[in-house]
């Protein structure tokens, strides 16, 4: 009789600790297959089928990091900590008919880092990745194509935001869209870094600083077949530094259009665009005389401010 009264009392004991305890951990890395399920629990041997599927309930730690196994259509995806999506096994598709490949909405401490994605709008995608709240994001090894919904259907977008927001995206292709890469703000400083990046056929603008307190540095990328400006600074306190890239058939090649917007460039090849140069009154477009141009027709031959060479 007390044998029984003592097994009683430890299952009493047990029961608690039993029901609190969490019917999976989350992993520090998960991985997904195309021919993964998402009722798996996302490990290399049972990985799950979307990158949706790696994060919801738990599965993936914030700060952990999402593999690909093999290629597969994994997204679309709302990221909201900080996280790292590798994928170097294949391609590693986000397909987004009709709306947006990612969103990222972290913590302001929070960084994220895209790298070896495909991400297709298939033609009636809105944007391809849309940031309204990080520290930082790093967009590396990326394809982003094919988001033509509107003219400011964008590769990447940073949305209207007070948040401080700092972008590195290199060695990725924007292509076939509306808008190339357009950065916001309503408070707060967006500051964007761009190595190797090439944007082309984009029908509105390539690249767009259109707020204030926007600081965008570009070097070795090129930006080319635009239907409207290459490189767009259209707000007082935008600023853009171009160095040593390539600026060609475009409608407009350089355009500071607004007063108290700045566009300084360096050692790059700007031609055969419609418009070399738009200089709107109060603007200014600053060179080193480094630059290559020719065959581009109307508006301004020469940038209208000198910028020191030391």
């Not at 635009?226 to 767009?232: E, R």
């Not at 890239?245 to 475009?250: D, E, H, Q, R």
């Not at 108290?260 to 460039?265: A, D, M, P, V």
Request: proline fraction near 2%.
């Amino acid at each position: 009789m007390r044998k029984a009264a003592l097994s009683l009392a430890i299952i009493a004991l047990a029961l608690p600790l039993l029901a609190a305890a969490p019917a999976q951990a989350q992993a520090a890395r998960t991985w997904v297959s195309g021919a993964g399920d998402n009722a798996n629990p996302c490990s290399r041997t049972a990985p799950c089928r979307t990158f949706l599927g790696a994060l919801t309930a738990g599965k993936t730690a914030p700060g952990g990091e999402i593999n690909c196994l093999a290629a597969g259509d994994f997204g679309p995806v709302s990221i909201t900590f900080s996280l790292t999506i590798s994928c170097s096994a294949g391609t590693a598709g986000i397909l987004a008919g009709g709306g947006t490949g990612i969103v990222i909405n972290a913590a302001a401490t929070d960084v994220v880092t895209l790298r070896g994605l495909d991400i297709d709008g298939q033609g009636t995608g809105s944007n391809g990745i849309v940031i309204t709240s990080a520290r930082s994001v790093h967009v590396e090894k990326c394809t982003i194509r094919n988001f033509r919904f509107s003219d400011f259907s964008a590769g990447i977008i940073i949305e209207f935001t007070s948040a401080t927001i700092f972008l590195f995206a290199a060695d990725t292709v924007i292509s076939d869209k509306g808008a190339g890469i357009i950065f916001f703000s309503s408070g707060g400083f967006k500051v964007a870094s761009l190595k190797n990046v090439t944007i082309t056929g984009s029908t509105h603008v390539g690249l767009n600083v259109a707020s204030s307190n926007v600081y965008v540095n570009v070097t070795k990328s090129i930006i080319s077949g635009t239907g409207g400006s290459a490189v767009l600074a259209d707000a007082a306190g935008a600023t853009a530094n171009i160095d040593r890239s390539t600026i060609a058939n475009n409608g407009y090649g350089v355009a500071a259009d607004a007063s108290g917007s700045t566009i300084r460039i360096s050692g790059n090849n700007i031609y055969n665009n419609s418009t070399g140069f738009l200089i709107a009154g109060g603007a200014f477009i600053q060179s080193d005389l480094t630059n290559n141009t020719g065959g581009s027709n109307g508006g301004a031959t020469v940038p209208n401010a000198a910028l020191t060479k030391n």
